[in-house]
């Protein structure tokens, strides 16, 4: 059976390593807007009234926007099991505060309505506070421990042992990327209030989208120069066998300072990717000062693609690098599912993604419009 499959297993795990950087951008643009509306949730309306109206431009498709969120850890968990088992063990208090702070969305929208006290919904308002703040924040974390390297190490039966702790999560660049994270997400949650909401939300909503797209872009841009000057990146010094089993012990990996962007100088072409992040956060800027929200929402839109692909082209071939044994670093190489179970997932994930594109279309398509308390009193189902 493997003889008829028609892709190479080096083309089949660059698939999947595209595959996943579309499923995590896909989750950040659509639940992400949600994140960053719970997060301006406080600051952007004051009254109950103004509150409801922003809960109810993500209500009707919250649920399905996590479905990226279940997808890419489910692509994780089939197609890099060393990724997920590492990851998903290594970071676990950290995936606990995400699930935790998810988890707290749903109980709110459906406890906040249930009593008529002000009290009892600024208590579920807060709780959408958190939960838009901590996944923006955490994730963005995440990634910055990522590129700093993770405390793991293999035996020689591939067994991971993990050396850290949560709070050596919380570095100085870690946190840097956590808020480039948050401030991404922020503004990408004002710009669509701008789209769907008039009046003193959206010119609420204006105010601290443009200060996050600028504060944003202003990060992204430290961060990158830090990862340049001030940051040990890994590169592999062994010729790597992009055919062979996954073993990530059958390499050798050293640290250089400013190794991740040594990408950029063999493919410069990957260069479009920083460049769009910045461009966005501009654009997003620039959108909102003038009040044209459809280009806010693209410049937002770009950002989230431009920023996320950076992480991951300035990563490649890296998915997990070991800052306490650099030969177990995990790359796309030595670190996937069989030729096997990656054909047959692509196969699956032919039929289905176009399915959920389409259903995501059609849902953003019934539900587009403006949200007002006008349009709040005469929906029944509303929030």
């Not at 990851?87 to 459906?110: E, T």
């Not at 990158?224 to 790597?240: I, K, M, N």
């Not at 055919?243 to 390499?251: A, V």
Request: aromatic share 12%.
């Amino acid at each position: 059976m493997i003889d008829l499959i028609p892709l190479s297993y080096e083309m089949l795990r660059v698939i999947w390593w595209l595959l996943l950087g579309v499923l995590l951008i896909g989750f950040a643009l659509t639940d992400g807007f949600d994140l960053g509306i719970g997060a301006l949730l406080p600051f952007a309306a004051k009254t109950d009234a103004e509150r409801r109206v922003l809960i109810n431009v993500v209500g009707p498709v919250w649920e399905g926007n996590q479905v990226w969120l279940i997808l890419g850890g489910g692509a994780i968990f089939a197609a890099w099991p060393p990724l997920y088992a590492i990851s998903f063990s290594g970071f676990y208090l950290a995936m606990l505060l995400i699930l935790v702070a998810l988890i707290l969305r749903p109980v709110a929208f459906k406890f906040r309505g249930k009593i008529e006290d002000q009290r009892w919904r600024n208590l579920w308002d807060g709780a959408l506070f958190i939960a838009g703040v901590v996944p923006s924040l955490v994730l963005g974390v995440a990634v910055g421990n990522v590129l700093l390297g993770v405390p793991f190490r293999l035996d020689e039966t591939l067994r991971a042992h993990y050396d850290g702790h949560f709070f050596g999560l919380l570095t100085p660049f870690a946190l840097l990327c956590g808020l480039v994270s948050l401030s991404m997400i922020v503004a990408h949650g004002a710009a669509v209030i701008g789209l769907r909401t008039e009046g003193v939300q959206a010119e609420r909503a204006r105010i601290y989208g443009r200060y996050a797209a600028l504060t944003a872009a202003v990060l992204f841009v430290l961060g990158g120069l830090w990862a340049t000057f001030g940051l040990d990146g890994y590169t592999v010094t062994s010729v790597q066998d992009t055919l062979g089993p996954s073993n990530p012990l059958r390499k050798t990996v050293a640290t250089v300072p400013g190794a991740w962007m040594n990408g950029y100088a063999l493919r410069p072409w990957t260069m479009i990717a920083p460049a769009l992040g910045i461009l966005g956060c501009v654009l997003a800027f620039v959108g909102m000062t003038m009040r044209t929200w459809r280009v806010a929402l693209t410049g937002t839109s770009a950002a989230i693609v431009g920023i996320i692909s950076t992480a991951g082209l300035s990563l490649f071939p890296f998915l997990l690098p070991s800052s306490v044994q650099p030969n177990a670093s995990l790359t796309v190489w030595d670190a996937s599912s069989s030729l096997l179970t990656l054909w047959t997932m692509l196969l699956v994930t032919g039929f289905f993604l176009p399915i959920i594109l389409a259903y995501t279309a059609w849902v953003y398509r019934v539900m587009r419009g403006t949200v007002d308390a006008e349009s709040i009193g005469r929906n029944p189902n509303a929030y």
